[in-house]
């Protein structure tokens, strides 16, 4: 793999207005006191569907040091098919799926947004969609600018 472009050294001052961003998003998910393993499950699932290996990295060893189970891991990209998540993780995952796929399908249906409404509340469901954009965002950089993967 060839080197790239170093995006946060070439324009600090949007990498860190980007991370200003993050940090804003997840204090307001602390002090809302959102699931930080919930969290972390929806930056791993949107850094799978992106392809942003060192996204995926980072989240999944994130999620482990919060203690979150391996096999809940291993099986977060079939995660429709099994018991092993909550409906507030599902509604969660559903959201940021559909908003991960937005260029595709053009459109939030009706029922991820109402199912995650339902399950978060207006000001968690807020934090979330936050959450969600900012992660797609430094993924996007990520894929990009091919970090590499820490030792």
Request: charge should be negative.
């Amino acid at each position: 793999m060839s080197q790239r472009i170093n995006l946060g050294k070439q324009l600090p001052e949007a990498y860190r207005a980007l991370t200003a961003l993050h940090e804003s998003v997840e204090a307001a998910a602390a002090q809302a006191g959102l699931d930080p393993k919930l969290i972390e499950l929806v930056k791993l699932r949107v850094s799978q569907i992106n392809g942003c290996a060192f996204c995926t990295d980072m989240h999944s060893r994130d999620a482990r040091r919060l203690g979150e189970d391996e096999r809940r891991l291993y099986l977060l990209p079939v995660w429709r098919e099994t018991d092993l998540y909550s409906t507030v993780e599902r509604a969660a995952l559903a959201l940021a799926e559909a908003m991960t796929r937005l260029p595709i399908a053009q459109d939030i249906p009706d029922e991820v947004y109402g199912d995650a409404v339902g399950a978060l509340g207006d000001r968690a469901f807020a934090i979330l969609a936050w959450a969600i954009t900012t992660i797609n965002a430094f993924n996007r950089l990520g894929v990009l600018s091919r970090p590499s993967l820490p030792g």
